[in-house]
């Protein structure tokens, strides 16, 4: 069983709607989770973190955690064509060396 | 300005070569990390380290190396025993100990010629 697990995608979105990704991880006792998204040959960048049960927003990005359900997700709202890239969903597990995890990522695109 | 930086963006390897690629920080930061990524994939972690002188592998730390003589340096090896190594390197790095987001390089492009 992966540690970190994303839907691949690719995952079409019109351009204003709401896109949705969903992460689900496998080390309960991880401690804080991000969102980095990546454009194609690039290096990722932090969209969010979020380290708390509940609702963590800025700007049109939310972060959603649920420990309990061993989930994370990411909305994005009033979707626009430059966000489209690939989105990793990264766990810092417990383990003492401070260990990322990262998902295989969803793909995003946003069409006009 | 504070940052990761890799070094070379490119690199070509001859069958049966050792290349290193350089990855220096100055951001102060304990931890760094080394990944590959494939097309289509996410991040597979190779190699770790949270102090000088010390580092864990990762999940496919076979056919590479590292060294962390230095705080600010992280350099990672591709050993020729690493059969398939053509992928997207990428270093990372971060405040050790602590629950922040981990902070990355432009990444190496390493191609098998």
Known sequence: QKEVEQNSGPLSVPEGA???????????????FFWYRQYSGKSPELIMFIYSNGDKEDGRFTAQLNKASQYVSLLIRDSQPSDSATYLCAVLTTDSWGKFQFGAGTQVVVTP | D??????PKYLFRKEGQNVTLSCEQNLNHD????????????????YYSQIVNDFQKGDIAEGYSVSREKKESFPLTVTSAQKNPTAFYLCASKVANSITEAFFGQGTRLTVV
Do not use: F, H, K, V
């Open chain 1, 18 to 32: 709401i896109a949705s990704l969903n992460c689900t991880y496998s080390d309960r006792g991880s401690q804080s």
């Open chain 2, 2 to 7: 504070g940052g990761i930086t890799q070094s």
């Open chain 2, 31 to 46: 931890a760094m990390y080394w990944y590959r990524q494939d097309p289509g994939q996410g991040l597979r972690l190779i």
